[in-house]
């Protein structure tokens, strides 16, 4: 089958069986290999990827169900958000293998999308379907709220 | 990114090629210097560094680079590492002179060749420089990739390298004072942060070569089943597959692209005689050990009274621990890609064990090992999974090619995360009895403790740690216990089965740790003696006993504690690391949490303080992880866990605050990438014991019936 996906902000043909899901497809018809197989049940959070906006794992999520839906993956998102989670990354030196860390930018950046100032709690409940088997959990913890902050920041809102 | 016309192009055929070898510098310019096997200076003033190490996200590139160009005197910025080919100069003096990257030796054996590489070419630069300006070499000094002159002048060392280049590398080349260190002892930038940061990095699984294919294999369902038949109709008949074919370890279906290779999987139908595995349970393995452990083992240390051989001797303590079999699970399934090409075959890998890998799969293809090109990727996380005793999913990868002797194309092996936890290797499960006498005073003065479990290490290229029958590997941890015990003794039983195992992260300390500081606090306990105290009056070592001290004061051992919670220790040594932890609990209603880990580490010199609180962090969510979670359940000789969602790992939410600190210290550095794992079960099962009463003698805490 061909399918049309609105990727990353353009279109894209690609031919793949409709039960494959997005992940494969992004991986190797597309070469975006930033988004990441981790163990393909939607358990582990490295293949997440926004669909409209949604942190979605792309690892069960058939191509044909994608639709219209726009697709953002780590390779292409661009924002305040996305800019002051990257440099929060490396300011607090977060990745150990950094495997996971796609998924776990593109989740922290649903979140900060839609709270700007998150509480502890709804950071580690936004954050909990994502693994980390190096232990970076309080990196990520630190870096998300520094982000927060830089974005809340008055020399920030411009 | 590519451009959307790229995209239409390649929609046409099957796999984009990702053709960059995550750690391969491209097009980097021929090296001017390089003045031994660990350095190259670019023309351009570039520095490579070589590493032989595997960077599996413990940070061991960035810190022999830094160790590196502390002698150097280069800036940072023009820094980078290339992973090595398997040579012997990378060979570990740890292992025989392996090339393997484990029981954290990286920075402990590479520490002084790292230095001494960076002196080396800093020493021909400087007597370049000197030759230059008719000075002596020791009016020079060097600054950031620069020598300097008295009278100011300066040349830049690329500026020098051609003529340094002819001077014959010196044996014994000057090294700085300590005190004069300037980049170790610092944090600078991580080498891979901003890639890793981005979704940039490239890992073994991201290289797609240009017509590749990809093969998962059908494993045996439960260990020991033999292969009757198979019928690959309609595995052949899934769009993509390519080739079927039987290997030793099952069934082996290739494909154009992986989820093509996953359903033809699915589509094959393989019939297995399962009854040699069919007795095969956790319960039965342990019914056995149980019996084992009141039977005299092999002497791994000899006492002075005879060994115990009832479960419990009149006037003694005793009592019985459990470790299970563990699952590594770095987040990075096990992959490599291979491919027979002329003259040679090119494996591409993330592998903490290069030189084995090679020398299997040269062994199964018939070719000299030199012919096996390695080329090392970074790696999704290792944990000691990636340095296999037989290169298992590796040589399966050879056993592909051998089994189509005309095949050229690529072939990416991929081990789901289902294969890896049905088929194993996995951390050994581990019995241990202990049997404790107390003299006058409640003095300890008898401890006698045996292990029951499966070496990792027999028929392997490490089986020279297997000595006496005993593999050393089961004994850590114990042997070189730290207490004064004047009738200390230790015996094994190494049992065998046909369940593969090999290391874990921490190695034998993951689970001799937990059996002896749960035991000394049950002692403590016993002894009507606070835990803390305890062990001050048992503990022999003084650094063991500093970080005992300093993680009790950073964690306010002594201090109250709100309602419904308690504190814990532990304290290990491994391999010349010190480690304390202080774990906080609480239980509200039935369910357990932990709050706070705090850690004393004690490695000696610390090379890069962020990245060595990156591995005590690390190491204690990965420790914790094993405690709360981690455990293979064994039935009719098949794993019940399947997959995250049956073998839990620890997330963001039950994650607690974790404190580390660093004894201030100029002693050689020691490792520090898994000393941060053992104490961490221990700490937490005594602060439940603290506040509930509940020993907890069998992990992982959440198949003991506790809530977490």
């Known amino acids: 089958m061909k399918y049309q996906l609105n990727l990353n902000g353009a279109t894209h043909e690609v031919e793949a069986p409709a039960e494959q899901p997005l992940l494969w497809v992004l991986r190797e018809c597309l070469g975006l290999v930033g988004t990441k197989y981790g163990c393909g049940i939607g358990q582990c959070g490295a293949c997440t990827v926004h669909l409209d906006g949604t942190p979605t794992r792309s690892c069960l999520l058939p191509v044909a169900a994608v639709g219209s839906q726009q697709v953002w993956t780590i390779e292409s998102v661009t924002g305040r958000e996305a800019d002051a989670l990257r440099a929060a990354w490396v300011r607090h030196n977060v990745p150990q293998c950094g495997y996971c860390q796609s998924g776990q930018l593109m989740s922290a950046l649903a979140l900060l999308r839609k709270t700007p100032n998150p509480t502890p709690t709804e950071l580690n409940s936004h954050l909990d379907g994502n693994i980390c088997r190096c232990g970076t959990y309080t990196r990520i913890r630190a870096a998300v709220m520094d982000a927060a902050a830089v974005l809340q920041a008055p020399s920030a809102s411009g | 990114m590519l451009t959307r016309r790229a995209f239409l192009q390649a929609a046409g055929s099957l796999i984009i090629p990702i053709a960059l070898p995550a750690l391969a510098v491209p097009n980097a310019p021929a090296p001017v210097l390089n003045p031994n096997s660990f350095l190259e200076i670019s023309a351009d003033g570039a520095v490579t560094v070589i590493v032989g190490q595997a960077e599996m996200g413990q940070g061991v590139f960035t810190a022999l680079a830094a160790v590196l160009t502390e002698e150097l005197d280069a800036p940072w910025a023009s820094v980078q590492v290339r992973s090595s080919h398997p040579e012997a100069q990378f060979g570990n003096p740890f292992f025989n002179g392996l090339q393997i990257t484990a029981a954290s030796t990286s920075v402990v054996v590479f520490f002084e060749p790292y230095r001494k590489a960076g002196a080396q070419a800093r020493e021909m630069l400087v007597r370049a420089a000197a030759e230059k300006w008719g000075l002596k070499p020791a009016l020079l000094k060097t600054h950031q990739g620069q020598v300097l002159a008295p009278d100011g002048r300066t040349l830049a060392y690329r500026e020098l390298l051609g003529d340094a280049a002819r001077y014959t590398p010196p044996e014994h080349p000057k090294l700085k004072k300590i005190a004069d260190f ?46 009757i038949s198979f019928d690959a109709a309609q595995a052949q008949a899934v769009p993509g597959c390519h080739t079927v074919v039987q290997i030793p370890s099952g069934v082996a279906v290739l494909a154009t692209h992986t989820w093509a290779a996953l359903q033809a999987r699915k589509a094959l139908s393989v019939v297995w005689d399962e009854r040699p595995g069919a007795e095969l349970s956790t319960e039965k393995i342990l019914d056995n050990y149980r019996a084992l452990a009141l039977t005299p083992g092999s002497t791994a240390k000899a006492g002075l009274s005879p060994v115990p051989t009832s479960a419990e001797p009149k006037g003694q303590l005793s009592a019985e621990y459990i470790a299970p079999y563990l699952a590594h699970l770095p987040m990075e399934p096990l992959n490599c890609v291979i491919q027979r090409q002329a003259q040679r075959v090119v494996l591409t890998v993330g592998t903490q064990f290069q030189s084995q890998d090679q020398q299997v799969v040269a062994n199964i293809l018939g070719v000299a090992r030199t012919a096996v090109e390695v080329r090392v990727t970074a790696m999704g996380g290792g944990f000691g999974r990636r340095a296999n005793p037989k290169s298992d999913w590796i040589a399966e990868a050879a056993e592909i090619l051998k089994a189509l002797p005309a095949l050229t194309a690529p072939v990416k092996l991929l081990w789901t995360r289902e294969d890896e936890i ?287």
């Open chain 2, 182 to 227: 300037a980049l170790i002892g610092t944090s600078p930038l991580r080498l891979d942060v901003i890639a890793k940061s981005s979704g940039k990095q490239r890992y073994g699984i991201d290289v797609q070569e240009t017509e590749g294919l990809v093969a998962v294999v059908a494993h045996a369902p439960s260990f020991g089943a033999l292969l």
């Open chain 2, 422 to 708: 049905a088929a194993g290797y996995y951390r050994p499960m581990v019995l241990s009895r202990i049997w404790a006498k107390t003299g006058a005073d409640n003095q300890l003065t008898t401890w006698h403790q045996r292990i029951v479990g499966q070496s990792a290490c027999d028929d392997s290229a490490l089986d020279f740690l297997v000595q006496k029958g005993i593999d050393l590997t089961t004994v850590d941890g114990v042997t070189t216990l730290k207490y004064a015990i004047p009738d200390f003794s230790v015996d094994v039983h190494q049992t065998r089965l046909p369940i593969p195992v090999q290391w874990m992260r921490s190695v034998g300390h993951s689970h001799n740790v937990f059996f002896v500081e749960s035991f000394i606090d049950e002692l403590a306990h016993a002894a009507a003696t606070e835990p803390l105290a305890y062990r001050r009056a048992l503990l022999t070592d003084p650094r063991l006993a500093a970080v005992l001290e300093l993680a009790a004061e950073k964690a306010g051992w002594g201090t109250p504690l709100p309602a419904g919670m308690a504190r814990g220790l532990s304290a290990h040594e491994y391999y010349g690391s010190y480690v304390a932890i202080v774990a906080e609990v609480e239980k509200t209603g039935a369910t357990v949490k932990i709050r706070r880990l705090v850690c004393a580490a004690d490695c000696g010199l610390v090379v890069n303080p962020d990245g060595a609180a990156a591995q005590i962090q690390g190491a204690l969510v990965y420790g914790l992880s094993s405690a709360l979670y981690g455990g293979i359940t064994l039935e009719r000789g098949r794993a019940l866990q399947t997959n995250f969602d049956t073998y839990p790992v620890l997330r963001m939410a039950n994650c607690p605050s974790i404190e580390s600190f660093f004894v201030n210290s100029s002693l050689a550095p020691t490792g520090l990438g898994e000393c941060g794992v053992p104490s961490v079960a221990p700490a937490i099962c005594n602060a439940l014991f603290a506040l509930t009463g509940q020993r907890i003698r069998r992990l992982p805490l959440a198949q003991q019936g506790i809530s977490i």
